[in-house]
Nanobody, 112 residues
Framework: QVQLVESGGGLVQAGGSLRLSCAAS?????MGWYRQAPGKQRELVAT???????NAVDSVKGRFIISRDNAKNTVYLQMNSLKPEDTAVYYC?????????WGQGTQVTVSS
């Protein structure tokens, strides 16, 4: 069983930056972030493989950077040029060969 602990959410003004972190209790393959805004479905934000290959939804490309430290089993999401529409609960996820795991979620609120 892998546990994920997220940190780094908060309130920021539009144009500002936040960095989310998610630490896993064990070795992980792919990691990434989803988000869910009020009244909307959860959407994939960005993913990163163990080898460092990344993917991101078009709405965050050029603004968000996903990275990971395999030695620490930790994934990061650097969010720059934040917009009010980025407001959501952000969930870390992690995949092993057999299971998927989710973090508890961290609130990101961007004020205009």
């Amino acid at each position: 069983q892998v546990q994920l602990v997220e940190s780094g959410g908060g309130l920021v003004q539009a144009g500002g930056s936040l960095r989310l972190s998610c630490a896993a209790s064990g070795s992980i393959n792919a990691m990434g972030w989803y988000r869910q805004a009020p009244g909307k479905q959860r959407e994939l934000v960005a993913t990163i493989s163990r080898g460092g290959s990344t993917n991101a939804v078009d709405s965050v490309k050029g603004r968000f950077i996903i990275s990971r430290d395999n030695a620490k089993n930790t994934v990061y999401l650097q969010m720059n040029s934040l917009k009010p529409e980025d407001t959501a609960v952000y969930y870390c996820f992690a995949q092993t060969y057999s299971s998927d795991y989710w973090g508890q979620g961290t609130q990101v609120t961007v004020s205009s």
